[in-house]
Structure formats: C-alpha cells, structure tokens
C-alpha cells in the first residue's frame, strides 16, 4: 500500500541521519537512505545497526518495509523530493567546520526545479547562501534549499527526534519549506519557520550557550573546592530560578561529543572570520580543555607520582547511553595518564570497540570489578548507571589503592567512604 506521507531521501547514515530515517520512517514515509561508507551500507541492508543507540534498533526493525538502504542517489533522486543531509562536518586544524562532505553532496545533485536539499548537517552561518551560490554556478538554480538543523541527543536520539522542543525550519519561502513544514507536523512541535542564515545561527547559538552553561557552572564547582561550598548545593539552588533552569548545571570533567567542541570552535571561528572576537567563547573553550586535567591535578594529589600506578578508567565514551568515543574527557585522561608514568586499564559496557581505535596502551577489562583489579585509584569518567550502583565494598577488595575520583559527580560519596576509600568529586 502506498504511504500518504510523501517520501524522503536521508544522504549519510551517522547517528543524525539513521535517526532521521528512522523517525520518518515511525511517521510513515518511505525513506531512502545513501551513505558513501560501503560497509555501513552492507550492514545495514542486512538489517545490522552500526551504531548504539537507545531504541533506535526496534524502530528501524518495525519499518524494515520503508527502508531502503544503498550507495547510489539516483533511487534517491527517482522516489523522493526532499533530500535530507546528515554527513559529518567535522572540525579542521583552524577550528573551521570541515565541509568536504556537504560540497560533495551538493556536487553530485543534478540540475531540477522537482527536488530540495534540506540541511539537517551542522553548518556555518552563511552556508545555504554559498550553497545556493554553487547551484547557481553549476546551472541548477531551480534547486530549492532548506536549512533544518538537528537537536537530538544522542543517548536519548530518537526519542529527541519524536518529541522535539522545536522545528526549525529556514528557507526562502518556497515549496520546499512548506513540505518540511509539513512533514514535522505530525510531531505537534513548536516550529520557528524563519530564513536560512538564522536558522543556521540558532543551531550554533543553542550548542554555544549550553556549552557556556558547563564550563560556567564547572568554573564555580573549581571555586568551591578552594572556598567549601558544595558545587551540587549550589546548581540546585541555582537551577530552581526558572530564569536560569537546571539543566546542563552538572559540573564534571567536561564536554566532549561529536558537537560541543566543535560546534562551539566552529562558531569562534566564524565570528573571527567575520572580524569579531567572540572573548566569551575563546573562555569556554579554555575552561574546558582545563576541567578534563583538573582530574590530573587531583591524581597527583593523592598519589604523588603516577609512574608505574595503575589508575582505572570507568566508561569511555563521552556520555552514557552512546558508544560515540569522538572528542571523549578519555581520550585526554588516557594519554595524559600516560605520559604521566601511569598504566591504564579500561571499562566501558558499550564503547569498547571505539575506544580500541582510538586509545593506544590501555589495556580493557570485561567489567568494572575487573577493571579495578589492583588499581591504585580509580576514576569514573562516564556516568553510566552500572557505576551510579557499583558495590564498592568489592571495588576496595579488588584495589590496591584507596582513591577514587567521581568524574561527573554521580555517585553517593558515603557508599564509596563506607567501603574505607576515598571520596572526591568535582567541587563538592
Ligand atoms: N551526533 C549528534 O549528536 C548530532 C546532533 C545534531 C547535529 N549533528 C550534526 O549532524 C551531522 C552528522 O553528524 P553525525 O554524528 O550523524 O555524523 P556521523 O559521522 O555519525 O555520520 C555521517 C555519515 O555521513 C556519511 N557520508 C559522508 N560523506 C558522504 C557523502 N558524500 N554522501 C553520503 N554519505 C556521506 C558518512 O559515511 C557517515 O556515515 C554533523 O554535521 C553534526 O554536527 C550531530
């Protein structure tokens, strides 16, 4: 039977686009997806998930029959107007957005007045306007362009994706803004139909403010410690003025993720690019690259040297509920460790096979337990719910040392002492 909804093409299948796919898919549209990565394509034609994601197996399982998987855009082109855009923009050397990908997408579309792109990539301010510019050069300026930028999470993505707090929709006003429109209204979600520069803007904005939240509250977690005040007191008591809200006030070892970092570095370099120093973001940034060493600082502390210790690292990826390694508070501690003297070992319950790529010298454990087998201290670097619950009577059995560091503040520092070890958190 023919879907009511119109169908749609998602161009990259990363953790934005199998999600996009996904949702549309739960809202009933035929989707056809395309990714240059060949054995990700393979994978998941065989119905393999490459990537972790809470849900996100099920949901793609249940629309199975929607679903169209390939390397090629032609079927693409052929079945669908709207053409999502999920491909990475990673960060280059200066701190720009790396828009390989997107031109290469964007190369590959033929001249049409049928079909629109529609940006579901995190852009630079000014990338529809370059984008639209290109078409124009290569004789396809009937092509439509729609920026809507992508605010799920991941650990929590496609629920993200089916409850949003907004849509945001800019365009020039044209079909293909009207068609995205209504493709999200199922979703009931408040929309912010608005042109492309400010929409492009709003996604760089709300990444840069909650990255300026973290490091705000984790520069006063660092001025508690010296004054004795207790950073958790004071989020809460913050938080609870609706003016300033409570989330994203978690004080920890900072933000890492495929998005913060290079959101915010993206952003910092945009505002220089157009001749403005952007100071509150140049801070943010410091704050951060610092907060992941403070752990260092605190290591030393109680340990003196770290040569020839072994310290044991809970959870690897940059957040729970992911298996995304990309810019994790690890991956600093692992080589800072290191280069400190100090023998690493390693648990995560998902990120495992990451990490193996990107971590040199550690030596990974099957479980948390085994992890801290004779360890001189301990750090929880990823607040997975398995630490939050870790029997820390039997931690201190296994550990040679007493030390253990709470990374992201989430756990109750009196099981930890109850077991005759050591408590410290972020400014608490
Ligand atoms: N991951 C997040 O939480 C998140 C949230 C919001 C926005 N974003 C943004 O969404 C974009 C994608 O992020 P991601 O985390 O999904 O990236 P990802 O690296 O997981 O996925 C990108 C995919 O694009 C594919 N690709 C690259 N070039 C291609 C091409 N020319 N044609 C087809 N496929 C191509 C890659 O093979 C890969 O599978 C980025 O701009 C990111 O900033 C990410």
């Not at 529809?128 to 920026?147: C, L, M, N, T, W």
Request: aromatic letters at 6%.
């Amino acid at each position: 039977m023919a879907s009511e909804r119109a169908p749609i093409a998602v161009i990259g299948t990363g953790y934005v686009g199998l999600v996009t796919a996904a949702g549309f898919a739960e809202l009933g549209s035929e989707v056809w997806c395309v990714d240059v990565d060949a054995d990700k394509i393979a994978r998941l034609q065989r119905g393999e998930i490459p990537i972790y994601e809470p849900g996100l197996a099920e949901c793609l399982a249940r629309n199975r029959g929607r679903l169209h998987f390939g390397r090629e855009l032609a079927p693409a082109l052929e079945h669908a107007r709207l053409l999502f855009v999920a491909v990475g923009t990673p960060p280059t050397y200066s701190g720009d957005a790396d828009l390989s990908a997107v031109h290469a997408v964007v190369d590959a579309m033929p001249a049409s007045d049928q079909h629109a792109l529609v940006m579901k990539s995190t852009v630079p301010v000014g990338t529809g306007a370059s984008i639209k510019r290109i078409f124009d050069e290569q004789g396809k300026s009937a092509f439509a362009y729609v920026s809507c930028p992508e605010f799920l999470k991941e650990g929590s993505a496609l629920q993200d994706f089916l409850s949003p707090d907004r849509v945001v929709v800019g365009d020039d006003r044209d079909w293909a803004g009207d068609a995205v429109v209504e493709l999200y209204a199922p979703l009931d979600a408040a929309l912010v139909r608005t042109d492309i520069a400010s929409a492009e803007m709003i996604k760089l904005a709300a990444n840069a403010f909650l990255a300026t939240k973290i490091s705000f509250i984790n520069e006063i977690a660092n001025v508690c410690e010296e004054t004795g005040a207790d950073v958790l007191e004071v989020a809460r008591g913050m938080g609870l003025d609706h003016r300033i809200g409570t989330h994203f006030l978690r004080p920890g070892i900072g933000f890492g993720g495929s998005c913060f970092p290079k959101d915010v570095s993206a952003l910092k370099q945009l505002a220089g690019n157009s001749g403005y120093h952007f100071q509150l973001l140049t801070a943010v940034i410091e704050v951060n690259e610092l907060q992941k060493r403070r752990v260092m600082g605190k290591l030393h502390k109680h340990l003196g040297s770290l040569v020839g210790k072994k310290v044991a690292l809970l959870g690897l990826a940059f957040k729970p509920n992911t298996d995304d390694m990309r810019e994790a508070s690890s991956l600093v501690l692992s080589a800072r460790l290191q280069a400190d003297g100090a023998m690493v070992r390693a648990y995560d319950p998902i990120a495992e096979e990451e990490a193996r790529k990107l971590m040199g010298g550690v030596e990974f454990a099957d479980s948390a337990l085994q992890a801290l087998d004779g360890a001189h201290a301990c750090v929880v670097v990823t607040e997975w719910p398995e630490f939050v619950e870790l029997d820390w009577r039997a931690a201190a059995e296994r550990m040679v040392g007493a030390v253990v560091i709470d990374g992201r503040n989430c756990i109750a520092p009196e099981h930890v002492r109850d077991a005759g070890l050591v408590y410290e958190g972020i400014g608490r």
